[in-house]
């Protein structure tokens, strides 16, 4: 299995409350991506990144914001967690980010925002 | 613009039983295709990639899947079904790029497989 972790693994959290899940990986590859999943939505991208300090958009980034300061590290804030925020929340690793590249995913934060 | 469609999102088969997924792609360019496994409170993982190689792609644990252009499609197979087959499984589209660097992944929705012993 790639080394992949996410914390915490479970969260409830209040309406406008700042959160920050963490992925860490042990596989040294470039790049990282934090997924959503929801039901009869699948996997949506909400950021990724492709090396320390380097970030991008992804489709449904709006409230979200990631920060990488070490290649194994790559974080992920909720400025002011809403209900609609509520989701399991994927890390994802790929060596080069190209279009045959496998993701290799962890394990996963279920996210509850009451 | 690339997506994809997985027709079914829940489907039901027994034990020893043909197992088949369907997904069906949109793609401006040549694919890549995925089908990716999740089990209950796992992440997803690769259960095999269409490359361009072979439009026949065996992967792990008896799968396998062919890329059909004229179809369009790259449906799921396993000729019997096990009890720890039942998962969600979620097709995949990639497009090849001149410019290097990432490529973004589209999902689908997923189809959910329940083995009825």
């Known amino acids: 299995d790639a080394g992949i972790t996410q914390s915490p693994r479970h969260k409830v959290t209040e309406t406008g409350t700042p959160v920050t899940l963490r992925c860490h990986q042990t596989?040294?590859?470039?790049?990282m991506y934090w997924y959503r999943q929801d039901p009869g939505h699948g996997l949506r991208l909400i950021h990724y990144?492709?090396?320390?300090?380097?970030?991008d958009k992804g489709e449904v980034s709006d409230g979200y914001s990631v920060s990488r300061s070490k290649t194994e590290d790559f974080l992920l804030t909720l400025e002011s967690a809403t209900s609609s925020q509520t989701s399991v929340y994927f890390c994802?690793?790929?060596?080069?980010?190209?279009?045959?590249?496998?993701?290799?995913f962890g394990p996963g934060t279920r996210l509850t925002v009451l | 613009a690339q997506s994809v469609t997985q027709l079914g999102s829940h489907v039901s088969v027994s034990e020893g039983a043909l197992v088949l997924l369907r997904c069906n792609y949109s793609?401006?360019?040549?694919?890549?295709l995925f089908w990716y496994v999740q089990y209950p409170n796992q992440g997803l993982q690769l259960l095999l990639k269409y490359t361009s190689a072979a439009t026949l792609v065996k992967g792990i644990n008896g799968f396998e899947a062919e890329f059909k252009k004229s179809e369009t499609s790259f449906h799921l197979t396993k000729p019997s079904a096990h009890m720890s087959d039942a998962a969600e499984y979620f097709c995949a589209v990639t497009q090849g790029g001149n410019s290097g660097g990432y490529q973004k992944v589209t999902f689908g929705i997923g189809t959910k497989l329940q083995v009825i012993p």
């Open positions: 793609s401006s360019v040549p694919p890549y």
């Open positions: 596989e040294n590859h470039r790049y």
């Open positions: 990144s492709y090396g320390v300090k380097d970030t």
């Open positions: 994802a690793i790929s060596l080069a980010g190209g279009p045959t590249d496998t993701q290799y």
